[in-house]
């Protein structure tokens, strides 16, 4: 029996390598264009499957991630 990991997406991220662009929609709370304009501004690696799906990598998304800058609002 493995043991499980459920994040705040609901799914299991033991050996996870990739994310959807649902699941990044979820952890960034944005729409569904913004991702796809993350996408196209190359800000981490992804790459496109059949039926036009996207699949973007966990490894370099979490990079991006952790550097991005907080934004303090008054």
Same mark, same amino acid.
């Given at each position: 029996? *493995?043991? *499980?990991?459920?994040?705040?997406?609901?799914?299991?991220?033991?050996?996870?390598?990739?994310?959807?662009?649902?699941?990044?929609?979820?952890?960034?709370?944005?729409? =569904?264009?913004?991702?796809?304009?993350?996408?196209? =501004?190359?800000?981490?690696?992804?790459?496109? &499957?059949?039926?036009?799906?996207? =699949? &973007?990598?966990?490894?370099?998304?979490?990079?991006?991630?952790?550097?991005?800058?907080?934004? =303090?609002?008054?």
């Amino acid at each position: 029996m *493995t043991d *499980t990991i459920h994040d705040n997406i609901g799914v299991s991220s033991v050996g996870k390598r990739c994310y959807t662009v649902e699941e990044l929609q979820t952890i960034l709370c944005v729409s =569904r264009p913004t991702v796809y304009s993350l996408l196209k =501004r190359n800000e981490f690696r992804w790459f496109q &499957i059949g039926g036009g799906k996207y =699949r &973007i990598s966990k490894k370099s998304f979490d990079e991006w991630l952790d550097n991005q800058q907080e934004v =303090r609002h008054p």
